[in-house]
């Protein structure tokens, strides 16, 4: 006995049955296209976050690169750093200092002034620590107020 489908139309080719495999329905592609599109949408919402956290943080003005930590004892270390700010600018770098474990045992926010004409200035801050630090970092600078 031979299968018949009430569903094909006289101008569709008829094949043999079993010899080519099964049919596919219409409207197979439409997991790809809500795939595709989904993947777009979270593209435009991961663009639109890293372009307002750049916006927030990312502010090329207050730059800021550890240079040296020295002079580690149990309760200091004194941190020197370069800072990037407008001409005859300020900045507010956040410094941070952490053990041998990550633990965090000093922050503290220093207010940076550049004399006028100057961008670029290298300064050092000792950080009063509540045990022995390992590292001294500025984890960043932004403008002040």
């Known amino acids: ?3 018949t489908h009430a569903t094909i139309t006289p101008e569709a080719p008829v094949f043999p ?3 080519y495999g ?3 329905e219409p409207g197979g592609r439409r997991p790809v ?5 989904a ?3 979270l593209v435009a919402v991961l663009t639109v976050m890293a372009v307002r956290l750049y916006q927030q943080y990312g502010d090329p003005n207050y730059d ?3 240079v040296t930590y020295t002079d580690i004892t149990d309760s200091r270390v004194r941190v020197e750093f370069r800072v990037t700010v407008p001409e005859g600018g300020s900045a507010v770098c956040l410094l941070r200092a952490r053990d041998r474990s990550g ?7 220093v207010t940076v002034t550049a004399p006028p004409g100057e961008r670029h200035l290298t300064v050092e801050h000792v950080l009063a620590t509540s045990g022995r630090a390992f ?3 500025v984890l960043r600078c932004r403008p002040p107020g």
């Open 1 to 3: 006995m031979s299968e």
């Open 17 to 19: 049955p079993g010899r």
């Open 22 to 24: 099964r049919r596919r």
């Open 33 to 37: 296209v809500l795939a595709v599109l």
């Open 39 to 41: 993947l777009t949408v």
């Open 64 to 66: 800021a690169q550890v």
């Open 103 to 109: 633990a965090e045992v000093a922050r503290e926010q």
């Open 135 to 137: 590292i001294g970092e």
